[in-house]
């Protein structure tokens, strides 16, 4: 028993009851809105042996980076694997295995040769980016987008998310001219869409654009934040804007607003917010209590599961100072250093280190913290995130170099940054505070 649909794509146990809900759930993935497990879990009712809802449902569980969620995806793979399925989806459920045990470059390739021979294949482009971006792989966010992109017309369901992911891997490429007009475009066809909204913003972060990028949130927020899962993050890039910009009032007021003002204990949203506080404590700004709430919801998300989680678990663990979660922190990252799965490799390349300097800095120790992030600096991505996250590493290098008095350090970073962003009023404040170093 199969159905098909509007692509020709067969989807084996399903029948018309439920792939409705099954569809809504591909199409609320796409915007980030609404409750996708809902509407998939209402197929997998309907059509018990519907072999894609139950993938479908694994991805979104395996890319929420936490091991509880972690075991639902592994339950997923484990109901899919006998069930009657096409090759596609063969591949599809081999791919979701991968991913439930960490081999998330594994899924990755598995994930793209779908792509390759099915370029209309919406889940298979859909979830493929997603591990691209926990991978640090913006090659494949732009060029798996890139190759089913000539396969897709205007009039197609679903064509917005395709914009807005290409655009999203062309900005991570520094194409910021192109990305930007696919991702307006991508807007105009379907406000909603969250991630071609954010795709904008990253332009415009990356540019230093920060009057244009405020605008851009504050248009239509309305749109992108309506049932969205992605509004903390898009939150999280206004509030960058202003930060950039020295108002940090504006920062705080988003902070206790939209970004945590009701605490989740989402890893995703969790590591917005430890990543603003963060960029606030570097400034030497009071944040009063807040890092104490967000502390207490980090130890809930599990460590050593993903290494960027960890780093920005640190972060809130310094800055309500906690020395217990951190040492619990540190010695999980340990252990995950000795497993088999794609973490090992995060952790100990990228992760551990980084943790190890945002504990360090908070210990005013600056020098360990110059120490352990400068060999890691040019490989960060090997541990996920985009380049607007992390930049953090760098705002924490230079904050260390300042604060150590490191002026040759100092100086060579700032004009690093001052080259990067040439308008941003943050690299300007940078470079007046090491030219004063010189001075002393």
């Known amino acids: 028993m199969a159905v098909k649909d509007t692509f020709g794509l067969a989807f084996s146990g399903a029948t018309e009851t439920g792939f409705l809900p099954y569809s809504q759930a591909v199409r609320e993935l796409q915007c980030f809105i609404g409750d996708p497990v809902a509407s998939v879990d209402r197929a997998i009712a309907a059509d018990p042996g519907f072999v894609m809802a139950h993938v479908f449902k694994g991805y979104l569980f395996g890319l929420a980076t936490e091991r509880e969620a972690t075991a639902v995806a592994k339950a997923c793979h484990e109901t899919a694997l006998p069930l009657a399925a096409t090759a596609r989806e063969r591949a599809h459920v081999a791919a979701l295995g991968h991913l ?155 902070y206790d607003g939209p970004i945590y003002g009701a605490p989740s204990t989402m890893a995703l949203n969790m590591v917005d917010a430890s990543a603003i506080l963060w960029r606030l404590y570097l400034g030497g700004v009071d944040v009063g209590d807040r890092w104490i709430a967000l502390a207490a919801n980090w130890p809930k998300v599990g460590a050593g599961n993903y290494a960027f989680n960890d780093a920005h678990a640190m972060m809130a663990f310094v800055g309500a100072g906690l020395e217990a979660p951190a040492k619990t922190l540190l010695e999980a990252q340990r252990k995950a250093m000795r497993g088999s799965d794609d973490n090992a490799a995060f952790t100990r390349d990228v992760g551990h280190p980084l943790t190890l300097a945002i504990k360090a800095f908070g210990e005013g120790n600056y020098n360990e913290t110059i120490r352990l992030i400068r060999p890691i600096r040019s490989i960060a991505h090997r541990f996920g995130g985009s380049h607007a996250q992390r930049d953090v590493i760098d705002l924490t290098l230079i904050e260390a170099a300042l604060r150590a008095g490191d002026t040759a350090l100092a100086r060579a970073l700032t004009a690093e940054r001052q080259l990067a962003r040439p308008d941003s009023p943050l690299s300007a404040l940078f470079s007046r505070r090491a030219a004063n170093l010189s001075e002393n």
């Not at 990305?179 to 475009?185: I, P, S, Y």
């Not at 071609?196 to 309305?222: F, K, L, T, Y």
Request: glycine share 8%; proline share 4%; charged share 25%.
């Open 100 to 254: 439930a045990a960490g081999r998330w470059h594994e899924a990755s390739r598995l994930l793209e040769d779908i792509a390759i021979d099915f370029p209309l294949d919406a889940v298979a482009l859909q979830t493929g980016p997603q591990v691209d971006f926990f991978t640090g792989n913006a090659r494949m966010l732009r060029d798996r987008i890139g190759r089913a992109l000539p396969s897709w017309q205007e009039n197609m369901p679903g064509y917005h998310a395709i914009l807005g992911m290409q655009a999203f891997g062309l900005e991570e490429m520094g194409d910021y001219a192109r990305a930007e007009r696919l991702g307006r475009q991508a807007v105009d066809i379907e406000p909603r869409d969250g991630w071609a909204q954010h795709a904008v913003a990253h332009v415009m972060e990356m540019q230093s654009r920060q009057r244009d990028g405020i605008a851009w949130m504050r248009a239509n927020p309305e749109a992108w934040t309506k049932e969205s899962f992605l509004q903390v993050h898009n939150w999280w890039h206004l509030a960058l804007f202003h930060y950039d910009l020295g108002e940090t009032e504006e920062v705080l007021a988003l």
